[in-house]
């Protein structure tokens, strides 16, 4: 799932930063789960889904099908 998050915000060119204030997330808890430090929580998942409604729950979570809803992929 971080490989996932990392391109979610490699895609929309943020800094990790700018993707945390963007998803109203603490850039510590964010930086700790990118690295790997602590576990990605449902609420930074659901934050990135809310933020972000052409991001595909499916492929965020389980690693399945194309990054975006509706997507020809």
Do not use: P
């Not at 391109?7 to 790997?36: N, P, V």
């Amino acid at each position: 799932m971080i490989e996932r998050l990392k391109d979610i915000i490699s895609h929309y060119g943020y800094s990790e930063r700018a993707f945390a204030l963007k998803c109203g997330l603490k850039q510590a808890t964010l930086d700790k789960q990118l690295k790997g430090l602590r576990a990605v929580s449902l609420d930074t998942i659901t934050a990135i889904l809310n933020t972000f409604g052409d991001i595909s729950a499916e492929w965020l979570m389980r690693g399945n099908g194309s990054m975006f809803v509706n997507s020809d992929e």
